[in-house]
């Protein structure tokens, strides 16, 4: 199982950016699936989690803002970013649980057994 994650950068508080996961090596409808990041000297929160069947679930802190979708097709998750502000400057990461295994918490780290290595989103 391979995350890798692509689409963050450098954009102006109230911008957008869309940030993509492509996943190899799996069946990626099956997996429940999340974003999370980090900022220095901060834990890594959960940002939003899409279950098998679509179901979301977001942080109180991006509702509103981020959309987090998906395409079994292409077997890649999205992260639509409006409306940025400078506290969402972090690395995001995106993780797959592994498939039989409950999605109970869906914004926690240790929900999930995949990560990818990160892309660095700034916004000033």
């Known amino acids: 199982v391979q995350l890798v994650e692509s689409g963050g950068g450098s954009v102006e508080a109230g911008g957008s950016l869309r940030l993509s996961c492509t996943a190899f090596g799996y069946t990626f409808s099956r997996y429940c699936m999340c974003w999370f990041r980090q900022a220095p000297g901060k834990e890594r929160e959960g940002v939003a989690g899409i279950d098998t069947d679509g179901s979301t679930r977001y942080a109180d802190s991006v509702k509103g803002r981020f959309t987090i979708s998906k395409d079994n097709a292409k077997d890649t998750l999205y992260l639509q970013m409006n409306s940025l502000k400078p506290e969402d400057s972090a690395m995001y990461y995106c993780?797959?649980?592994?498939?039989?295994?409950?999605?109970?918490?869906?914004?926690?780290?240790?929900?999930?057994?995949?990560w990818g290595q990160g892309t660095q989103v700034t916004v000033s």
């Open positions: 993780a797959a649980l592994r498939p039989g295994r409950p999605w109970l918490s869906p914004l926690k780290v240790d929900q999930y057994d995949y």
